[in-house]
């Protein structure tokens, strides 16, 4: 399967306790984007890297939300002391280049208890 | 500050007709846009896109139209098929949005048999 590989695809937390999303690209795309959708919404840009690098993190929370795409391994998105606001489904998405078609994973549903 | 706009919420059609679904942008700085559909628990996926540079796309069922003027785009499906039954996600980019994209509420699709 070379497409965006997401995992976990379900995440249950309690207030409090940290979420850890990871994001492998599809094979050849070095440029990775975060997403987040809320209920009956439409998607909402996080953060987009390339390897090693945050190029854009206009859309992150200021606080508790970082984000990272080391030179080996998947990208991860990590929320520290969850609350239910942060109940969501998360999106990652690659592009081989910026600004090239965005390929986006299955998502992963963080439930927050 | 919604800056990317799909008024119809949802969308019902009977087969073999066409699908239109509508998308209105206010920033004119966007110069490029994406169609992605989205089945229930997976990922969007990509349909079609369009640059500012042209007014219609077409690939294979799906056309869309572009009137920078009045800030609008639209996505024709013909024939419609109930495979086709999804949500449908307008998306915008620009110079001064980098590569993130910048997505509308989505239109749920019904099409009928």
């Known amino acids: 399967n070379a497409g965006v590989m997401q995992n976990p695809r379900h995440l249950v937390r309690r207030r409090g306790q940290e979420a850890r999303l990871r994001c492998s690209p599809m094979?050849?795309?070095?440029?990775v984007y975060w997403y987040r959708q809320l209920p009956e919404e439409g998607l909402k840009f996080m953060v987009y890297l390339q390897k090693e690098n945050i190029i854009d993190e206009s859309g992150m929370p200021k606080e508790r939300f970082s984000a990272e795409f080391p030179k080996e391994g998947p990208s991860i998105l990590r929320i520290q002391q969850v609350v239910r606001g942060d109940s969501a489904a998360y999106f990652c998405?690659?592009?081989?280049?910026?600004?090239?078609?965005?390929?986006f994973g299955a998502g992963t549903r963080l439930s927050v208890l | 500050d919604q800056q990317v706009k799909q008024n119809s919420p949802s969308l019902s059609v009977q087969e073999g007709r066409i699908s239109i679904l509508n998308c209105d942008y206010t920033?004119?700085?966007?110069?490029?846009f994406l169609w992605y559909k989205k089945y229930p628990a997976e990922g969007p996926t990509f349909l079609i896109s369009i640059s500012s540079i042209k007014d219609k796309n077409e690939d294979g069922r799906f056309t869309v139209f572009l009137n920078k003027s009045a800030k609008h785009l639209s996505l024709h499906i013909v024939p419609s098929q109930p495979g086709d039954s999804a949500v449908y996600f307008c998306?915008?980019?620009?110079?001064?949005?980098?590569?993130?994209?910048?997505f509308g509420e989505g239109t749920q699709l019904t099409v009928n048999p």
């Open positions: 920033n004119s700085m966007f110069d490029y």
């Open positions: 998405a690659s592009s081989w280049a910026a600004k090239n078609i965005q390929y």
């Open positions: 998306a915008a980019r620009g110079e001064t949005s980098g590569s993130r994209l910048t």
């Open positions: 094979k050849g795309h070095s440029h």
